[in-house]
């Protein structure tokens, strides 16, 4: 499955923001969901994930409250909602699918596909 993320830009803390994911191929609905982040100089960090059905989400401690993960398999998409943003949200966020099991709180290996990422940068 290839995946291209978008939604990304500046915005003010306080702000909100709804990345979206969008998904090729037939069998998106096979696929859990997540978003990861990377910021400057930091590791890429899990924020949110969604299984196959969207019934199930979990979510970081950071991201936990003011982020919502929602997928629609009938439009290949999952989306990241945003709210509240802090400067410290700043960072390239990515879209990622993988099949097999669901794991509530994966690390970046657990997953097969990748999407280029979109910058979300939040002033103070």
């Known amino acids: 499955v290839q995946l291209q993320a978008s939604g990304g830009g500046l915005v003010q803390a306080g702000g909100s923001l709804r990345l979206s994911c969008a998904a090729s191929?037939?069998?998106?609905?096979?696929?859990?969901m997540a978003w990861f982040r990377q910021a400057p100089g930091k590791e890429r960090e899990f924020v949110a994930g969604?299984?196959?059905?969207?019934?199930?989400?979990h979510y970081s401690e950071s991201a936990n409250g003011r982020f919502t993960i929602s997928r629609d398999n009938g439009k290949n998409a999952v989306y990241l909602q945003m709210n509240i943003l802090k400067p410290e949200d700043t960072a390239v966020y990515y879209c990622?699918?993988?099949?097999?099991?669901?794991?509530?709180?994966?690390?970046?290996?657990?997953?097969?596909?990748w999407g280029q990422g979109t910058l979300v940068t939040v002033s103070s």
């Open positions: 191929g037939r069998t998106f609905s096979r696929y859990h």
């Open positions: 969604m299984n196959w059905s969207g019934n199930s989400a």
């Open positions: 990622t699918a993988r099949s097999g099991l669901y794991i509530f709180y994966p690390r970046i290996t657990d997953f097969d596909y």
